[in-house]
């Protein structure tokens, strides 16, 4: 009888829906390797010292614990947590480095059902997580799957103004002598892909600028140095007619760019959203408004532009791309604006208001799709204290923390807008906030957070009962 018991549950449980892949991305700089170093932190210490009043799995007892265990997917990269706790752990606390590729890790989480054939059957249940971390940039090739060559090429050449008309310098004077109706050289694509590539990372590092196509050609991982990440836009149409850059041939330079370009569609953008993203569950991006805030209406206004490519990702109607390549399954998206501990807590409403107006449009249509989708702020790892100070007699909110450089602060960033920032916050305002280290965590102890137990009562309060 306890032997047909057994093997009864294991149907039962391989039956119902025990196990979920959760996606993890955001734009550079917006956190996902501390992201996931402390869910991974928070949910092995549920068992021995949690500190998650907000997700209620732990708040009432059904959450037992977890513990890692050899991830299905051999061929996907491990995700660095013992490198991201080590660094936290140091003295001084430093930063886990950033990941450059998809990576992955997974937890078995043990609890006692709620409801359900399981409370039936079952004393305990196991959710099988799966963690996937990749870059928010990967997204932002998407559009490119409804775009050829010549259109890329146009899309690319109007974009070229301010700023990025500036940093693209280097690359616009290597193309001045490209003849894009000669015999195809690959030796010379190679050289002004390589100052193209070069313009994407100064957009990235000295712009303050987040989008970037194509997004693999600064985050490359295993294509590094591969042929199909060596083409660039045909930007110079004062060389060449749309026409006659559509109609090149394969043996000229244009026919060489055209054919890179169509590889990097099929075998790199799709094949991301084949092998990947169609197998997500659950997607949680992670946005930093506040760098963008400090750097100038410019980088904000590309963060918008970002955003709003990365989000065509989640816009699965009839007649979108995405339903008609894949079948995308992913039920809940949760958009968190990060380092909320770098701003005053009485300002965490403000960035939470910021980051619906930036989301609204996207937010509206996952509605429409049957797709959830939810704001908050959160400091995965905390790197503040809150506080007041006494100004001229009365007391306002500061920040207490390290600067990456060690300097101890005690300051007031500013102000967060509640919108979107209109011409006289960029003329008025006096928004500074400072990058911190981690605070000093215990390695017995789960890691100073702001915020997680919401995030995690999101993403998997209802899978976990």
């Not at 409370?119 to 997580?129: G, P, R, V």
């Not at 749309?242 to 790199?268: C, F, I, P």
């Not at 995965?380 to 007041?388: H, L, V």
Request: hydrophobic share 40%; glycine share 6%; with cysteine.
């Amino acid at each position: 009888m306890n032997r047909f018991g057994s093997e009864l549950n294991k149907l039962v449980n391989r039956s119902l829906d025990r196990h979920v892949r959760l996606a993890v991305t955001g734009l550079s700089r917006a956190g996902k390797t501390a992201f996931i170093t402390s869910l991974v932190n928070q949910l092995m210490h549920v068992s021995t010292n949690p500190r998650l009043p907000l997700f209620s799995a732990v708040r009432e007892g059904y959450l037992l614990g977890a513990k890692r265990v050899p991830q299905v997917d051999m061929h996907v990269p491990k995700f660095g947590y013992e490198e991201g706790m080590n660094a936290l752990l140091t003295s001084p606390p430093a930063w886990p480095s950033p990941t450059r590729d998809v990576s992955q890790i997974r937890l078995a989480l043990r609890y006692k059902p709620q409801k359900g054939p399981l409370k039936l059957l079952q004393d305990t249940a196991t959710l099988y997580l799966d963690i996937v971390d990749y870059p928010g940039e990967w997204l932002l090739d998407l559009p490119l799957l409804d775009m050829d060559f010549v259109a890329w090429s146009r899309q690319q050449a109007q974009v070229l103004k301010g700023k990025r008309e500036e940093l693209a310098h280097n690359w616009l004077a290597e193309g001045e002598q490209f003849d894009p109706l000669a015999p195809a050289d690959e030796a010379l694509i190679e050289r002004i892909s390589a100052r193209f590539t070069e313009y994407l990372f100064k957009c990235k590092a000295e712009g303050g600028l987040h989008w970037v196509q194509p997004g693999r050609f600064v985050l490359p991982g295993e294509l590094a140095g591969a042929p199909v990440i060596q083409f660039f836009p045909m930007v110079w149409f004062d060389k060449v007619t749309e026409q006659q850059l559509a109609e090149a041939g394969e043996d000229t330079n244009a026919g060489m760019l055209k054919s890179r370009y169509r590889y990097y569609q099929q075998h790199v953008v799709k094949a991301f959203y084949k092998e990947h993203f169609a197998k997500f569950d659950r997607q949680i991006i992670l946005v930093d408004c506040l760098q963008p805030l400090n750097t100038g209406p410019e980088s904000f206004n590309d963060m918008r532009q970002a955003l709003d490519q990365l989000m065509q990702s989640f816009r699965y109607g009839r007649s979108s791309l995405l339903k008609r390549l894949f079948s995308p399954r992913i039920d809940k998206v949760l958009f968190a604006a990060t380092k909320a501990d770098h701003v005053t807590p009485e300002q965490h409403p403000n960035l939470v208001s910021l980051l619906q107006q930036l989301v609204n449009e996207a937010w509206q249509t996952a509605s429409f799709e049957g797709i959830q989708m939810d704001c908050l702020s959160l400091s995965s790892i905390q790197a503040t204290e809150p506080g007041f100070v006494d100004y001229q007699g009365r007391q306002v909110p500061a920040l207490r923390g390290h600067t990456l450089s060690g300097e101890a602060k005690t300051l007031f960033p500013g102000d967060v807008p509640r919108r979107l920032p209109s011409d006289e916050f960029w003329q008025s305002s006096e928004f500074d906030f400072l990058n911190f280290r981690p605070l000093v965590a215990q390695s017995d102890e789960p890691l100073p957070h702001i915020r997680m137990d919401k995030a995690l009562e999101y993403l998997l309060g209802d899978k976990l009962q």
